[in-house]
Every structure is written in structure tokens, then in C-alpha cells.
């Protein structure tokens, strides 16, 4: 196993981080089919930050957010989401944190088709069964900008606005944490930003910590910071970045072609 | 494309399990019936052609009742004279003659002392022939009997009740109860079988004298002298003895015989076959949903084969060739699950009256059959998917979220409306139409039009219906019910199709149970008004019994009065009529008729008294002359006397006992009307007549009430045949919910990935398919009760005339129904439930 404690650590205040990882190992297969997607990570994700995990494909950016949120085992070492360790949990306490605590963004089908927008968005709390925030809400409802298209389905509004919709999902419940997976990868640029512009919104003024994996240089520049992840380790971490930099740093990773 | 149609088959072995079973299950029930049907006109064919001599000799019947071999009996039957014996005998080209003696209503007595069982079969008296060229049966062991205190029986019959050679054996016969030593045991026919029935065998004229005629036969046997044609010999002593004979040669004999029970088989045939075809009616959806699922799943690779050059043929023939592969595998195993059917409704059957021996008959038609409705069914239930499939724009396998256009409902609107108007058009026609036979089938076609409107209107009733009821679902379960409704609306033709699968069976149900306790209240009703006995003595199943009986029961004291009734199928001015014969003076003690003119004195001596329908479809009033002609050729003048009000005991028209008699009616009774005298003991009397009546086990006394739960008894034994028949319908429909819930299961991946990733646990998860489950099947209950209703009570009051005179609604069952349709759709969401909440989340969301 090979340290990482000579990786530059970013900025980190008092307060705990909304999620963090202890040596975080995730190993698919054995013997010769053996793959570590992820080697021994330790990594902090700071209350009110939004983080861009890059890295090129297989790096294991997509398995580090799926077992920091609950959605994979990991096979050695710790996630925290608060002060909660998850593979202490069962499958039900996971299903009820994943429901209160994170909020998910995914690339593609963030909706059900039969559920209006605003419908949609309030799914969780309806799932749990608890009433929405009334003022919160609307401050999120606000801050989508979809007006009068609330009471739509999916099928009747556009890739950007579909994705809008999933990111007001995440945000209403208050999660300690959303995870974004390459949120703007089905989008055309203008839509994208929207989309990005949104959820920086969304840190800046609501102090929402953020988590998104992307792989598009611009994605990432909308973000506090940047974590690159190569071969399942943290080999960088860039913050206040911008498309330039970011771009130049990926260029590092051995010429490699970006997925 | 064949490799991509055999990849594709193979790659979704549980889609294509679950949609086979549709066709194993409509091809099994198929197959099965024809298997049973064929094996039950083997087990007849053989009987009589084992029966038949070289010529036989019958009296010739006056016209065909249609009744034979129903056990129906026509009530008179005219016998040969031993001098005609002698006749045959003298002609030219006989080898032998020999007048036998045969008639049913002998019962062998087991150890106990009870009738033998015979499922339901008759007990059947023969006189012994030792000639064996003239004789069916074949002796296996002991030897003939040579006296009226000597009798052989059947092996089958020794075997049942245990009996050896030198035993004792009670044998209730058409005229006295003898006791019997069993001397030998024979064998029936070729197959040694007699369907059940039991077969007692006594010497000539001990027969002649217990249950024939002294001095008279049922018919002759005749042996040919070898060099003689039977056609020759048969013309020569058809010559001799003149008319009022019938002379067959052996094969006609065997056909006629077979002839008439082929048209009681028939019936049979054509009663299970209406019951294998609801089946497959109900499979037919199933199919054509899962084809519909399964095609619309693959859009996109459809499309991409369609993008890579696939012509529209090549991609409907692809989605065909899936289909008859799906079909021959489907109804391979159907037929192989035929045998399974067949051997329940075997032993069904063998309950209620037809002991099959022998194996099953396993014919090429049946093979055929099988595979022609099976493949059949199925390609053309999967000949609209393949169309639709056909049609996708290669486009669509381009966009990432390709979503099926739902189509317009227009057209089935139209057509379900006009379907709807016509069968309630019809069913209104049914109330107005005189005529009971033409009602019958208008209801029939009513239902019918009503039945597929309905399921042509299915989906467009479905959305408001789901959205109605379905708005309790999210108040009472939460978010997992508000999606269960959504989910059950979003595709209102998948739902409606897998709603009306369970709707038809359960519509036919209810209204079956419509039309039975309707019936159940008619008999209270009826015998309410009617009977006047205070006990009445029959078989549980109107089989005939000695005229002794009711003799003994005269001699008891504190009877005041007994009635016989009989029955008889004779042409009342030129149209068959089933005619009861009852005892004139006494009627009036047994059955209070309601006489709208006359009264029971004009049934005396000649006379003839009618129901108002008969008398008004006849034209008839009080006096008018009526000719009537039995079986046996005798023609009798009969009188108009009285007009009553429809009877259930008595049925349309009655004759005296007298004119049956005098007219060579059988002395069989079918139903004895015991009237006490007043002030009597009426327990003493009671126990006077179960003393008497213990030696006749054949028959049993009962009170009204007993005698009314008899009745209401066969009206429940038989609704539960129809049932039990229908159950099968029911079962394919609730294998249909699950087909579709696994296949949008399936479907729904993502959308399951996503809430659960979002927070919804498995036990939400499963409510929610569960839910959607429930709301489809109670969807199906609830078109399925309003429809029973219809049906039920249409046909109740379409057949009003015929003794169904009270309408009930059992508003109980029917909210059993409706519970049992809940129940099914939570059942049936168990397993595709299981499978939904099993699912990693990851991999769902993965999903492509």
C-alpha cells in the first residue's frame, strides 16, 4: 500500500467534513481477473465545498462516489457520511441515509416519467413520509427557474431542464451531502451550464457540500476544487480552478485518451 | 435474422417460460378434453360392438327421443313376444335365435347393504344366454345361473363389493327385492368394461319374471349360419316377422347404439371444449401481452437491426418465427399436460357417473388440434406486436430514451361502443322475445358482444377507473400508492389486457352463481308453493326405481295418501315432450297446483293437464282433443282437463297413471309423494317408513326440506364443475398478472434503481408493485362482477319460464369475488415483488 500523505491536502475549516474516507480499498474479482479500482484512498469532502473528481476512465472516480454513498461495499476501510459509518449499516439503515442524508444527480433517467416536476422533487420526503419545508422549498423551486412547468412530466421538458429538476430532487431534502455523476454528460454545453450554474448556486448561497464526478474540464471548472484520481489513488488535488489548468493537468496522465 | 431470433429466445428464457405457460396451460386443457372425450367413445364403441350379435331383433321406437343412453329413460318401451323368437328362429339362415331380457333399474346391494357404487352409472338386469354366439358376456369364473335364486355378476361389480362365489347378494330389481347366491362372474364386451355400470345376470325366465315380462323380451340375438350374409339373413327376418320390428345387422347395431350415445358425448364434448376455449381466450391475452412487452422492450434493437438493413419483413418475420418456435414448444408440452387433464377429469367424471377403463386414447386429431390452436393462437397473437415492431423508425435506436407513442384509443372506443350497444341491444331483445329457445341464444350473443366490447373498451374505461379508485392508494399507502396508480395507468392497454384475462374467467363465475342461487331460491320457492307431501321418496339422481315401494309404503299405517310419478318422452301432437305421469287421485295430496282452468279431476282417465306456457305456445284450452304418441308406437287420445301455473316437479304436461300404464309404460317409479293422514304419530309413521324403506337403499325418504336441499344439492354439485372448469381460466390469468409485472419489472429497471438509490426501501418497494398489482386485478373483479351481473341476471330472466322463477343476486359471493380478486393481484405480485426489491441498485441504474 503506498502512503498518501504526501498529497497536498486541501483546505479544511473546524467543522467535520460532510463525508469523509478512511483507507477506502475496492478490489472486483480475484486472483488474475483481480482489479483495484481503489487503493487505500483517504479522502474528506468539507461541509459548504463544492468538489470535481477527475480523473481518466478506470481511474476509479465513479467507484469512489458510489461507495461513499452507500451504493457499493467497500472491501476495506471506512466511509463516513457525517459521523456514520456505512458499512456498519444494514440495508435498510443505508436505504433511510441515502434518503435523509445524500442527494443523488445522475447522468441519465433522474426522473420517474409518471411523476410531475414538482412531484419529482418532493419524492424523497414523500418516500419518508415527512412534510417538505414549505420556505425551503420554494427557495429551491426558485432557484430551478422552471416556473410554470412544475406540473409537467419528465417526457414534456428538456434534457437541461430534466437535469434542473433532478438537482431541485436532491437539493429540497437537505442532504448532508449530494453526489453528481457526470450530471452534464448528456447535455448540450448551454444546458450544462445551467445545470453547473445551479449547483454553485446552490453551494455558494445555501451551503450545500457537493460531490461531482465529471470528466469535462469546463464541469469542473464551476468547482471549488479538484480531486484527480489515477489507478484508484488521489494523485492530486487542484483548488479554485479553471478549464486551462484542469485541461493541462489531465494532459499529464501519460498522454492517455479521455473517455 | 434466424440467429438473432434463437439468441434472442434464448437470452430471455424466464420471459419466454412465463408466456409459454399461457399456451401449456390453453393447449393442455385442449388436449385433454379431446383425449378424455376419445377415451370415453372407445370405452362406448367397444361396449357395443361386443354387444352386437350377427342380427339383432328390437321393437322398433315410434319416433327418436334423442334420449338414449342418457339414462333419461323414455318410459315405455314395447317388448317381443316369445313367438316372434320362434319365427326368427324358422328363417332360413339362422344358425340360432335367443330372446334376451335387459333393463336398467337393478341394483346390486354391497355388504353393508348399500346400493353398489357405480359413480352414477345404471344398474342394469340381464337375463344369462349360455349360448356364447349370442351372448356379450363371457363367464371367468363359477358357472350360469339356473334359477331366480341364482345370479351372476360383472367382475368388476364382485370385485368392488368384495363378493365370492356362494355369497349372498341382495339385488333390488324393477319389481321385487331378491336375494341371490352369487354363482359365476362374467366379463362384458371385449374390454371386459361396462363404464361402471353394474350388470346382474339371472336365468331366462327368472329375469323375465323380477324385471321383464313373462313370455316377453327387450330383443332377439341372432346367430348366422356361416355362407349367409347378416344383410341376407337380416332382410329374410325382417320379411318374417313384419313391422314394428327394428333388424341390424352386428355393425349397425354397434353404430346406431354408438350413434346415440356419440350424441350424449357430443354434448359433453362440446360442454368442456366452451371451457378449453376460455381458456385459451384468456391465454390469448397473456400471449399477446407478453408479445407486446417483449417487442416493445427491444424497440431499440429491433430498430438497430432495422438501421443495419433489416427490411420491416425480415423484423415481422423475426418476431413470428420467435412466436412459433414459442408455440410448438408451448403446445408440445400442453399436450404432454393434456394426459394430466385428462386423467383429473377421468376421475371428475368417475365422481359423477362415468367409470372410464382402459388407458387414454391418445388420437392424431388430438395431436393435430393441439399444435393447429397453439402455434395458431400464438402467432396471431403475436402478429400485432410484430407489426407494430416492424413499424419503429430506425431513429429510435438512436435516441438514448426512445419513447413508445401511445397510440389512440379512437378506434377501440368506437368499436367497444358499438360491440356494448349491440349486446345490450341484444340482451333487451332477450326480455321481449317470446320464445325461450331464441332468448337463450340472444342472451348468448348478447353476453358475448357485451363481453368483447368490454374488453375492446377495457383500456379507455381503465384511466378514469384507476384514477378514481386508485386515488385511496396513495391516501392509504403513501408515495408507494401513488406510484402503484401511476404505474397502473401509464399503459392502460397492458393493464386493461391483463385485467380482462382475469376479468372473463371470474364474469362467468359470478354468473354462474347469479344463475345458481337464483336457481336454489326457485326450488325453495317452488316446493314452498307446491308441495303438499310430507315426504317424498326417490334416488339422488331421478334413476328409476321398483313400483314396489311404493306399494309397501300404501300398507303403512298412518299414510294417507301415496303418489307415483313417472316420466315418459312422447310426441304430444306431433311435438316431443317430456311427459310426467303421476296418480290422478292422489295428486292433489302431493303437489298443490295452482289450476288458472280445470283442476286435477281432468286429468283423469285420459285426460291431460298442461303448464300456461305449453298451453298458450300450443294454442290449448280445457277440452281440446290432443293426440299423443309414445316411444313404443302407441297412439293415445288424450283430453285437455286443466291449465296450471308453471311446476317445477311436474314439468310442462301430465298425463294419469292410468293412460301411462294402459299405454305400456314402464312400472318404474321416479318419485314417491308421501301424505300423512291427519293427527298421525308423525315420527312413529316416519320411523315405519325408514324400516320399509331400508331393504330399498336405492332410494331415500326425505322430508320437504331434505328434499329441497337435494335439489338445491345438484344445483351446487354442478356449479362446482363449472367452477372447477373455470378455475383454470382464472389460473392462467393470474399467471398473466404476473407475466406482466415481471415484464415491467423488467422494464422499469432504472426507474427501480433510482428510487431506491433516492431512499426507498424494499419493503416500500414491494408495496408498490404489489399496490399496482391489486389495482389491476381489482380493476379486472370490478368490470368482471358488473358484467357477471349482466350475464346472470339475464339469463335468469331469459329462462324465467322454465321453473328459474326468482332473481338473487348473491351480494355475499360477489363480494367474495371482488375480495378473492385483491387477493389474487397481491399473490401474483409476491414473486416479481421479490425480484423488483432484489435488484442491486448499481446494476439497475446501469440498467441501459
Redesign the interface.
Given at each position: 500500500m503506498t502512503s498518501v500523505r504526501d498529497i497536498p491536502r486541501p483546505r479544511v475549516g473546524d467543522a467535520p467534513a460532510a463525508a469523509r474516507s478512511v483507507h477506502l480499498s475496492k478490489v472486483y474479482g480475484e486472483g488474475d481477473t483481480r482489479v483495484v479500482a481503489l487503493d487505500a484512498v483517504d479522502v474528506e469532502f468539507p461541509r459548504g465545498v463544492f468538489t470535481a473528481i477527475m480523473g481518466p476512465s478506470g481511474s476509479g472516480k465513479s467507484t469512489l462516489m458510489h461507495c461513499m454513498a452507500g451504493l457499493d461495499a467497500v472491501t476495506d476501510g471506512q466511509a463516513y457520511i457525517g459521523d456514520t459509518e456505512l458499512s456498519s449499516l444494514n440495508d435498510r439503515q443505508l436505504t433511510t441515509l441515502r434518503r435523509d442524508e445524500i442527494g443523488f444527480v445522475f447522468q441519465a433517467y433522474n426522473l420517474l416519467p409518471t411523476l410531475t416536476a414538482l412531484e419529482n422533487i418532493t419524492l424523497p420526503m414523500d418516500i419518508a413520509g415527512r412534510r417538505p419545508d414549505q420556505a425551503w422549498l420554494t427557495t429551491v423551486i426558485d432557484t430551478v427557474g422552471l416556473g410554470q412547468r412544475l406540473g409537467h412530466r419528465p417526457s414534456e421538458l428538456s434534457g437541461g431542464q430534466q437535469q434542473r429538476v433532478a438537482c431541485a430532487r436532491a437539493l429540497a431534502s437537505r442532504p448532508e451531502i449530494i453526489f453528481a455523476d457526470e450530471p452534464t454528460g448528456n447535455l448540450d454545453s448551454r444546458s450544462g451550464a445551467d445545470v453547473l450554474s445551479f449547483l454553485r448556486r446552490s453551494v455558494k448561497e445555501m451551503g450545500q457540500t457537493i460531490v461531482m464526478v465529471t470528466h469535462d474540464p469546463v464541469a469542473a471548472s464551476y468547482s471549488d476544487r479538484v480531486l484527480f484520481l489515477a489507478d484508484g489513488r488521489i494523485v492530486d488535488s487542484m483548488t479554485s480552478p479553471t478549464r486551462e489548468r484542469v485541461l493541462e493537468r489531465m494532459k499529464a496522465f501519460d498522454g492517455q485518451p479521455e473517455a | 435474422m434466424w440467429r438473432a431470433t434463437v439468441r434472442n429466445l434464448l437470452a430471455h428464457k424466464l420471459r419466454l417460460a412465463l408466456s409459454g405457460l399461457a399456451i401449456v396451460l390453453g393447449v393442455a386443457f385442449v388436449s385433454g378434453t379431446m383425449i378424455f372425450t376419445d377415451t370415453l367413445g372407445r370405452t362406448f364403441d367397444d361396449l357395443f360392438a361386443s354387444t352386437a350379435a350377427d342380427v339383432n331383433v328390437e321393437p322398433a321406437t315410434a319416433f327418436d327421443s334423442g334420449l338414449t343412453g342418457t339414462g333419461e329413460g323414455v318410459g315405455t318401451t314395447s317388448t317381443v313376444p316369445a313367438t316372434v323368437v320362434d319365427t326368427v328362429q324358422g328363417v332360413d339362415g339362422v344358425a340360432s335365435a335367443a330372446g334376451f331380457v335387459r333393463t336398467e333399474g337393478v341394483y346390486v346391494l354391497d355388504r353393508n347393504g348399500d346400493v353398489l357404487d357405480t359413480g352414477g352409472a345404471p344398474g342394469i338386469g340381464i337375463s344369462w344366454e349360455p349360448d356364447p354366439a349370442l351372448s356379450s358376456s363371457t363367464l371367468v369364473d363359477g358357472r350360469p345361473p339356473r334359477d331366480a335364486t341364482e345370479v351372476a355378476l360383472d367382475v368388476d361389480s364382485v370385485e368392488k363389493a368384495g363378493y365370492s362365489l356362494g355369497d349372498t347378494v341382495p339385488v333390488l330389481t324393477t319389481g321385487p327385492r331378491v336375494e341371490a347366491e352369487l354363482v359365476g362372474t362374467f366379463s362384458f364386451g371385449d374390454s371386459g368394461g361396462s363404464a361402471g355400470a353394474s350388470l346382474a345376470a339371472f336365468e331366462k325366465s327368472a329375469a323375465q319374471q323380477l324385471f321383464g315380462t313373462p313370455g316377453q323380451f327387450n330383443g332377439i340375438a341372432v346367430s348366422t349360419v356361416e355362407g349367409v350374409t347378416q344383410e341376407a339373413v337380416r332382410d329374410r327376418i325382417a320379411a318374417a316377422i313384419g313391422d314394428g320390428y327394428t333388424v341390424r345387422t352386428a355393425s349397425e347395431q354397434a353404430d346406431a347404439l354408438a350413434g346415440d350415445f356419440e350424441e350424449g358425448l357430443a354434448f359433453v364434448e362440446t360442454f368442456l371444449l366452451a371451457f378449453a376455449g376460455i381458456a385459451l381466450f384468456v391465454g390469448t391475452f397473456i400471449i399477446l401481452n407478453t408479445f407486446s412487452m417483449l417487442v416493445a422492450q427491444r424497440t431499440r434493437e429491433l430498430a438497430l437491426l432495422r438501421a443495419l438493413g433489416a427490411r420491416r419483413a425480415q423484423v415481422k418475420r423475426s418476431v413470428l418465427a420467435e412466436a412459433l418456435v414459442l408455440g410448438v414448444v408451448g403446445s408440445t408440452l400442453g399436450l404432454a399436460a393434456g394426459f394430466g387433464v385428462a386423467t383429473g377429469l377421468r376421475s371428475l367424471f368417475g365422481r359423477f357417473g362415468l367409470t372410464l377403463d382402459g388407458g387414454l386414447v391418445f388420437a392424431t386429431d388430438t395431436v393435430l388440434w393441439s399444435y393447429a390452436v397453439g402455434v395458431l393462437v400464438t402467432l396471431v397473437a403475436a402478429y400485432l406486436p410484430a407489426r407494430r415492431a416492424a413499424r419503429t423508425p430506425p431513429v429510435a435506436a438512436m435516441r438514448?430514451?426512445h419513447?413508445a407513442v401511445e397510440r389512440s384509443l379512437r378506434r377501440r372506443t368506437v368499436f367497444g361502443s358499438v360491440l356494448t350497444a349491440a349486446g345490450v341491444a341484444a340482451l333487451v331483445g332477450a326480455f321481449v322475445v317470446e320464445d325461450d329457445g331464441s332468448a337463450a341464444s340472444l342472451v348468448g350473443l348478447g353476453a358475448l358482444a357485451l363481453l368483447l366490447g368490454t374488453i375492446a373498451l377495457s383500456p379507455v374505461i381503465a384511466r378514469p377507473f384507476l384514477r378514481g379508485i386508485g386515488g385511496v392508494l396513495p391516501r392509504l399507502f403513501?408515495?408507494p400508492g401513488?406510484?402503484a396508480r401511476?404505474?397502473a395507468v401509464?399503459n392502460p392497454r397492458r393493464t386493461a389486457a391483463t385485467a380482462s384475462a382475469l376479468m372473463v374467467g371470474l364474469a362467468l363465475v359470478s354468473g354462474f352463481s347469479i344463475i345458481g342461487a337464483s336457481t336454489n331460491a326457485s326450488v325453495d320457492g317452488a316446493l314452498d308453493q307446491s308441495l303438499g307431501a310430507d315426504y317424498v321418496v326417490s334416488t339422488a339422481v331421478q334413476a328409476p326405481f321398483s313400483a314396489d315401494i311404493a306399494e309397501q309404503i300404501r300398507g303403512i299405517d298412518g299414510v294417507d295418501a301415496v303418489t307415483q310419478q313417472r316420466f315418459a318422452q312422447a310426441e304430444l301432437a306431433g311435438v316431443q315432450t317430456s311427459v310426467s305421469a303421476v296418480d290422478a287421485g292422489t295428486l292433489d295430496s302431493a303437489l298443490a297446483l295452482d289450476y288458472t282452468a280445470g283442476s286435477t279431476a281432468g286429468l283423469r282417465g285420459d285426460g291431460l293437464i298442461v303448464d300456461e306456457d305449453t298451453a298458450a305456445a300450443r294454442g290449448w284450452s280445457v277440452g281440446d282433443r290432443v293426440e299423443a304418441l309414445l316411444t313404443n308406437g302407441r297412439r293415445v287420445e288424450l283430453t285437455v282437463g286443466g291449465i296450471y301455473t308453471a311446476n317445477a316437479a311436474l314439468g310442462s304436461a301430465v298425463i294419469s297413471l292410468d293412460t301411462f300404464t294402459a299405454a305400456g309404460g314402464e312400472a318404474l317409479d321416479r318419485f314417491v309423494y308421501v301424505h300423512l293422514a291427519p293427527h298421525v304419530d308423525t315420527a312413529a309413521v316416519r320411523s315405519s317408513l325408514e324400516a320399509t324403506l331400508d331393504a330399498y337403499p336405492v332410494v331415500t325418504l326425505k322430508d320437504q326440506t331434505q328434499f329441497a336441499d337435494e335439489q338445491k344439492g345438484q344445483v351446487d354439485q354442478m356449479l362446482m364443475i363449472i367452477n372447477a372448469l373455470l378455475g383454470l381460466s382464472v389460473i392462467i390469468a393470474v399467471l398473466g398478472i404476473v407475466n406482466t409485472l415481471a415484464l415491467s419489472v423488467i422494464e422499469r429497471t432504472?426507474?427501480i434503481g433510482?428510487?431506491?438509490?433516492?431512499?426507498?426501501?424494499?419493503r416500500?418497494l414491494r408495496q408498490m408493485i404489489r399496490l399496482e398489482s391489486v389495482a389491476i386485478s381489482v380493476y379486472g373483479s370490478v368490470t368482471e362482477l358488473v358484467l357477471g351481473t349482466v350475464f346472470g341476471t339475464s339469463l335468469v330472466q331469459a329462462l324465467a319460464d322454465q321453473g328459474i322463477s326468482r332473481q338473487v343476486v348473491p351480494y355475499g359471493r360477489m363480494a367474495v369475488f371482488l375480495v378473492i380478486g385483491a387477493v389474487i393481484g397481491v399473490l401474483a405480485a409476491v414473486w416479481p415483488a421479490r425480484r423488483a426489491a432484489k435488484l442491486e441498485?448499481?446494476d439497475a441504474?446501469a440498467t441501459a
Open positions: - | 438514448d430514451d419513447v403513501g408515495t401513488h406510484l401511476e404505474n401509464r432504472r426507474e433510482l428510487l431506491r438509490a433516492i431512499g426507498m426501501d424494499r416500500q441498485v448499481l441504474i
